[in-house]
């Protein structure tokens, strides 16, 4: 299994980014998804999660309205569209999926929102 996220960066406060994830090694549609975010001193968070096929999402509440987490089974991908970005979004991006009894996560992409 890997995973390998992309699509951080540095952005002003109210702007946009797109994270994705690139999945291998398992059968991408099956199995749901999730993002978790991790900022300076603190813990880990979930943020969203998208279920196989893409029929249901969650989100944590602080995200809500600003975020939008996708998938497309055909690329084996998933999205975290990020939009209003606030600098309390900032953080090291993960994706994560669960196999068994096993969880599996990326290396992380960082996203930074400072003006």
């Known amino acids: 299994v890997q995973l390998v996220e992309s699509g951080g960066g540095l952005v002003r406060p109210g702007g946009s980014l797109r994270l994705s994830c690139a999945a291998s090694g398992f059968t991408f549609s099956s199995y749901a998804m999730s993002w978790y975010r991790q900022a300076p001193g603190s813990e880990r968070e979930l943020v969203a999660s998208i279920s196989s096929a893409g029929c249901s999402t969650n989100y944590a509440n602080s995200v809500k309205g600003r975020f939008t987490i996708s998938r497309d089974n055909t690329k084996n991908t998933v999205y975290l569209q990020m939009n209003c970005l606030k600098p309390e979004d900032t953080a090291v991006y993960y994706c994560?999926?669960?196999?068994?009894?096993?969880?599996?996560w990326g290396k992380g992409t960082l996203a930074t929102v400072s003006s």
């Open positions: 994560s999926t669960w196999i068994g009894r096993l969880d599996y």
